[in-house]
Structure formats: structure tokens, C-alpha cells
């Protein structure tokens, strides 16, 4: 059984029909029709849509558009304070660093397949973009459009006389890379096994001068009542929970029963039994998540094949192309030219 399918609040959409509209001629209900979400849906309603359709239509819309970089465009014209609670509270951090915390503890709330991870050290602040195994739609106008609308928001609130260090990108390089160095700078890094912007940790203590301490408060209170609600449903996610450690663990330790089970606070047994409830086991699990992984190495990166091998666990190449051919019929190497031909040409 997959993982729940992971959602992401309409509000999402906020400025896109604008922008395809007045600058591509493109018309979004079409785009959302053909991705499978209600043509007539409302940036502004209190609904959340498949993630996987969201990631697929930022794509459909850069296709049709023609425009690379489209995740770029969209985070200029997403509007301020278009995530509602969320991003009211962000707007009113009173610092940079309270600013990332609180995207990093909440995000959840805007969307529950991925993660932001804050980690500070030596001088240097490191916030990186984890998404969920069930995220397995094509993703590099998603983390476009997510790792420019985090850049814009905070040189417009908390002053814009910095760059990033330097700006990983989970995916091979586009042709309008140069349009990626106005917003992220020179240091640009693609091909990377996780996205992730870098900044010197003197810049977290940038303040903003706009920011109302009393409605943060305020809002930090709200937000922390619906994210613990939110934690409190996840628990007995046990599969999710499983799938997240698999993730985790691939590319640096070994993956086993035991393990996850320690990871969970439950005996090898008892997650045995909690597994079986949803009609998997964890050697499946280990198989999904892999294959899901391999999908997006494959597809949207130019990593060598050996590297995607060690990354999804595997000790050599030639047990990554065995454990390919039973997922795809055939070796990494053709499934891979085969998803860089056009959809016409890709055959059954």
C-alpha cells in the first residue's frame, strides 16, 4: 500500500491564472482540467489539492509555455502573504532565523509532503528541501518555483544586500541558468542529492522593519494548534512514518526491520504486525521507495548511474540494474534515455 497521497492548500495557485494568462496566453482551468484538479477551484478556497497533480501542472505550464524557467516566473507573481496564516506569520518574524524556524516547524500546514530543515553551523546556515516518498510526480518546476519564492520573500522583508553562499539544486542544469544566478548568485551547484540553500549565519539576524510582534504572536499561536492537531493524525501514520525513514537512511546506513522499528519506538514485531494492518511489509516498502527514488535520479538529474546506486542503498551498480529490470523491464541506462524522448515518441 503507497503512502497517503500528499496535499498542498490551493492557496498555492494564488497569481498563476494572471501569469499564464497575460504573459503566455496559456488558460489555467485547461492546465488543471488535464492534471486532474477541478478546473473551476479557487486559489482563495479553504481546500487542499494533490501534490503530485500541483508538481504536474507547474510542469504541463512550462511545456506549454516554452519557458524553462518558469518556476522562476510564478514566484514573482505568487502574491504577498498568498499562504494565508502561514505566510502572514513568516511575514511577520521579527528575524531572519525566527523567519526560517517557523517555515521549517510549519510548512505542514501549507503542504504535507515536504520538509524544510534548518541546520546552523561553523557560520553558516544550511536550509534544505526534503520531499516525501509519495511525492513522485516531476518535481524541478516545484523546487524552482519553492527555492525562488523562499529567496524573493526574504530579500523583500528582510533586506535584499545578500546572496545566497551558494544554491544546490536536486536536478541537472537548465539552459536559463543565468537567470538562476540574479536570484541565487554565481555559486550555483546542480546534479546535487538534495536541494538546499546555503547563507552566511551572520544574515539570520537581519530584522525586518515591517514585522508586528503582537499579530506573530498571535498567529504562532494559532499555527501551533493546528500543527499539533496535525501531528496527532500523522501518528498513526505508520507506513508514512516508515517510508521517512527508509528515505532518511538509504545513502548512509543500513536499512533493516529492526531499525526502523528502534526509529519508531516499537519492537521488530510489533511494527511487523502494524504493517501487515495496511497490507505491506517493510522489505516492501524498502522496494517502493527505492523505485520511486531511482524515478526521480533517473529522470530529473544527470547523476551517474553508480552514484544513484549507492544513494538508493544498493553496493554496486550491477544489483541496481537487476533491481531496475523488475521495476522497469528494462536496464537504468535505457529506461533513462527513454524518459528524455518526448511523450509521443516514448511508446506504450
Given at each position: 500500500m503507497p503512502?497517503?497521497?500528499p ?14 494568462s ?11 482540467n ?9 486559489p ?34 505568487f502574491?504577498?502573504?498568498g499562504?494565508?496564516?502561514?505566510g502572514?506569520l513568516?511575514?511577520?518574524?521579527p ?40 511525492f513522485?510526480?516531476p ?14 520573500r ?14 544546490d ?19 550555483l551547484n546542480?546534479?546535487?542529492p ?34 499539533a ?5 500523522n ?15 538509504l ?8 531499525n526502523?522499528?528502534?526509529?519508531l ?8 504486525l502494524e ?27 544527470n547523476m ?6 549507492l ?26 534515455q ?9 511508446g506504450?
Amino acid at each position: 500500500m503507497p503512502a497517503s497521497e500528499p496535499r498542498i492548500q490551493a492557496n498555492m495557485l494564488a497569481g498563476l491564472e494572471s501569469l499564464l494568462s497575460s504573459k503566455y496566453a496559456l488558460n489555467l482551468p485547461q492546465l488543471l482540467n488535464e492534471c486532474g484538479i477541478d478546473p473551476n477551484l479557487q486559489p482563495d478556497a479553504a481546500v487542499a489539492i494533490p501534490l503530485n497533480s500541483f508538481s504536474r501542472l507547474l510542469e504541463l505550464a512550462a511545456m506549454r509555455s516554452g519557458d524553462e524557467c518558469f518556476g522562476l516566473g510564478f514566484a514573482h507573481a505568487f502574491p504577498r502573504g498568498g499562504m494565508h496564516v502561514l505566510g502572514f506569520l513568516i511575514l511577520n518574524a521579527p528575524d531572519l532565523r525566527t523567519c526560517l524556524e517557523c517555515l521549517a516547524r510549519y510548512v505542514h500546514l501549507q503542504c504535507d509532503g515536504v520538509d524544510f530543515h534548518l541546520a546552523i553551523d561553523d557560520g553558516v546556515a544550511r536550509l534544505a528541501i526534503e520531499c516525501g516518498p509519495a511525492f513522485v510526480a516531476p518535481r524541478k518546476q516545484f523546487l524552482e518555483f519553492v527555492m525562488s519564492l523562499t529567496v524573493v520573500r526574504l530579500a523583500n522583508e528582510f533586506g535584499d544586500d545578500w546572496v545566497p553562499l551558494r544554491a544546490d539544486f536536486e536536478y541537472r542544469e537548465p539552459g536559463c541558468a543565468g537567470d538562476y544566478e540574479i536570484l541565487f548568485g554565481r555559486h550555483l551547484n546542480f546534479d546535487a542529492p538534495q536541494t538546499a540553500l546555503w547563507l552566511r549565519s551572520e544574515v539570520l539576524k537581519s530584522r525586518s522593519e515591517d514585522a508586528d510582534e503582537t499579530l506573530f504572536a498571535m498567529l504562532k499561536g494559532v499555527v501551533e494548534r493546528e500543527i499539533a492537531s496535525l501531528e496527532q493524525e500523522n501518528k498513526q501514520g505508520v507506513v508514512w512514518a516508515v517510508d521517512e525513514y527508509i528515505v532518511s537512511s538509504l545513502a548512509i546506513r543500513a536499512v533493516s526491520l529492526e531499525n526502523a522499528a528502534s526509529n519508531l519506538k516499537l519492537t521488530a514485531r510489533q511494527l511487523q504486525l502494524e504493517l501487515k494492518k495496511q497490507n505491506t511489509t517493510f522489505e516492501d516498502e524498502v522496494g517502493r521507495v527505492r523505485r520511486s527514488l531511482a524515478e526521480r535520479y533517473m529522470r530529473d538529474s544527470n547523476m551517474p548511474l553508480t552514484e544513484i546506486a549507492l544513494l538508493l542503498g544498493f553496493s554496486e551498480l550491477s544489483a541496481f540494474t537487476r533491481a531496475a529490470r523488475l521495476w522497469f523491464g528494462m536496464p537504468p541506462s535505457q529506461w533513462r534515455q527513454q524518459q528524455r524522448l518526448p511523450a509521443s515518441a516514448r511508446g506504450p
